[in-house]
């Protein structure tokens, strides 16, 4: 069938298939054979992608936004860190992704889990500026076989005797229809909340699949290389909690291997997403005139560094993801290493969109992707630089998760805000992390993939202790970057007299680019000036960020993002009291019957939440 609505020389429709909690460097993509037919085989995996928080709310808050959650101050799934209602306040529902791209002509529409914190309590304040949502609601959202939706900000509903995956799947195609038939462009997000663990019940329960898929995973265990259940030779040099996490037992990583089936299991109903958009978008004749898009809100790991399951830790594990594009003047079968991160994403589609540099909203952090997914590189430029990232920014506010009701929890669990900085190149590796307790961490990741030997007490080694110089600066300036400087920090870290500190804006003037510049014997001096740089510190560990909390900055005074969102100082978070039940399936679903199943059919056993399930 040829779409009716969409012209020949159309603007190209953008799809996002946005999971949750999704590892790359576990293997969960090699148990995904309709990825790999349709969009790997088809298009360009991005190995090098990167979550800038490893945590689903302000990961999610950053792609909208295409902002650092230190410029969003969204940092949490809960306050006072953050949450959907923060996102509110902030004002930052005003002035994100699907108001840009409505205005340059398309229809917005966004299916699934949008923030944390979005429940039957401010259902009705829908996200604004989509065409069209239909939004899991908080606490269901990871409640497998206990789908609620509102939709546009209706009232709640509940969608009896299915699987959210089949729920999605349906809504999905029934929305391209929809979409399909206009005159315009369109974006779609399509964010199930799988892998993610199943909430809502006693303790951590395992992500549950479809029936149909029940048994697609059997036998299989998770990886036993590199970090995981290290050795106390590497744990005892780890900061904060880790160094005081106990090897993993024989129960703890059984439940590893049951969680990491039971992962997989998910997966494959979002593999049936995948098959079904693609037959959907070819059925009318606009799969070539797509972008589809898929990726996570941040990675996973499942024993790694002697954690028995969850993210929020900034090592390769939970923040690398997957990253897959197909579309037009995309490379089928390519794999390409340039870095990139969540907040690349909006200026990216409004470049896909025709938006033009000069239109662009002032305070995006990232850059466009669009010229590395049409031109993958297989091997990264060497020093000076192209336009190619060097630096990943990561960051981490309030305690760390294990996701696993078997493993012991220390007691400095909530010790776990750190600002990071990421050094990807051709040749030369590094991971750098400054914790709230004030411990370092480096990781030579060329040498060291695993991320194991830490290398940040080893002053005595004259080259180590002038890397650990250059690195503090970058993170200087890194960890409260924006718009320009967070696409090149190197803007702020220039060595000639009056220019020490303060940003350059002509970048053909600089006079170092990247890392193996500065590194160059003549700039010790400059780097070792502490004056200039002093170490990025914490005064304590505390769960949400404060802007006197982490001095010193670089610049002195930095703005973080706040002439661009209301003061959040204080919000409330609202809810509800003594709702009524909502009761889900008294069986798990997703049958083979319910593969094919029609919208018509899911609608018919579908109810609205009553007043007293509402709450008060």
């Not at 298939?17 to 085989?41: A, K, N, V």
């Not at 662009?360 to 990264?380: E, I």
Request: with cysteine; proline share 6%; hydrophobic share 30%.
């Amino acid at each position: 069938m040829q779409c009716l609505g969409q012209n020949e020389g159309a603007r190209p429709n953008i799809i996002l298939i946005f999971t949750d909690d999704q590892d790359l460097r576990l293997g969960s993509i090699d148990h995904m054979p309709i990825l790999h037919r349709e969009l790997i085989e088809k298009g360009t995996q991005f190995t090098n992608h990167y979550a800038t928080v490893a945590q689903c709310c302000p990961s999610r808050a950053s792609l909208l936004r295409g902002q650092a959650a230190h410029n969003t101050n969204i940092t949490d799934v809960h306050s006072p860190g953050g949450n959907y209602r923060k996102f509110v306040v902030a004002a930052e529902n005003e002035d994100y992704l699907p108001h840009w791209l409505v205005k340059a002509g398309y229809n917005a529409e966004y299916l699934g889990k949008f923030l944390n914190g979005y429940t039957r309590a401010n259902y009705m304040n829908a996200p604004k500026g989509w065409t069209h949502t239909d939004i899991l609601v908080d606490p269901f959202t990871y409640q497998y076989n206990n789908v609620v939706m509102s939709q546009n900000g209706e009232t709640p509903i509940h969608y009896k005797g299915f699987h959210q995956l089949d729920v999605m799947r349906v809504k999905a195609l029934d929305r391209i229809d929809h979409l399909a038939a206009e005159n315009k462009p369109f974006y779609l997000t399509i964010a199930p909340s799988t892998p993610h663990i199943q909430d809502g019940q006693k303790g951590h329960a395992l992500p549950t699949p479809q029936t149909r898929h029940k048994a697609s995973a059997e036998g299989l265990k998770v990886a036993r290389d590199g970090n995981w259940n290290a050795s106390e030779e590497y744990q005892a040099v780890k900061p904060s909690w880790l160094k005081r996490i106990a090897s993993l037992n024989s129960s703890v990583t059984d439940r590893i291997d049951a969680h990491y089936r039971a992962r997989i299991a998910t997966l494959q109903g979002v593999d049936e997403i995948i098959q079904d958009v693609v037959g959907k978008l070819e059925e009318y004749g606009i799969l070539n005139n797509t972008y589809i898009i898929y990726t996570s809100d941040n990675g996973y790991h499942l024993g790694n560094h002697r954690v028995a399951a969850g993210k929020s830790l900034p090592y390769r594990e939970d923040t690398n993801m997957p990253l897959i594009v197909r579309g037009p003047q995309v490379k089928a079968g390519m794999t390409s290493n340039t870095p990139s991160v969540h907040l690349d994403f909006p200026p990216t589609f409004l470049e896909i969109a025709g938006v033009q540099k000069a239109e662009l909203p002032p305070f995006l952090d990232g850059r466009s992707l669009l010229s590395k997914w049409h031109n993958p590189q297989s091997q990264l430029p060497t020093c000076p630089l192209d336009d190619t990232q060097e630096i990943i920014n990561v960051e981490f506010w309030g305690g760390a998760g294990i996701e696993s009701p078997l493993q012991d929890k220390p007691a400095t669990l909530s010790n776990n805000s750190y600002k990071t900085l990421r050094i990807v190149g051709e040749d030369t590796g590094y991971l750098y992390s400054k914790w709230c307790t004030n411990e370092v961490e480096l990781y030579d990741t060329a040498a060291d993939p695993h991320e194991l030997r830490n290398l940040a007490n080893n002053t005595e080694d004259i080259h180590t202790s002038h890397l650990l110089n250059r690195l503090n600066a970058l993170l200087l300036a890194t960890k409260s970057c924006a718009d320009q400087t967070c696409r090149n920090p190197w803007k702020l870290l220039q060595p000639e007299e009056g220019r020490r500190g303060t940003i350059v804006d002509d970048d053909s003037s600089l006079t170092i680019t990247c890392l193996d510049q500065a590194m160059d014997p003549k700039y010790d001096s400059f780097f070792n000036d502490t004056s200039i740089f002093p170490q990025v510190a914490f005064q304590e560990c505390l769960e949400y960020q404060d802007i006197e909390n982490e001095r010193p900055y670089l610049p002195k005074n930095p703005g973080l993002g706040m002439k661009y969102r209301n003061n959040t100082d204080h919000y409330v978070t609202p809810g509800i009291h003594n709702p009524a039940p909502v009761n889900g399936n008294k069986e798990p679903q997703g049958g083979p019957g319910q593969r094919n199943v029609s919208l018509e059919t899911i609608m018919s056993r579908a109810v609205k939440l009553t007043q007293d399930q509402l709450g008060r």
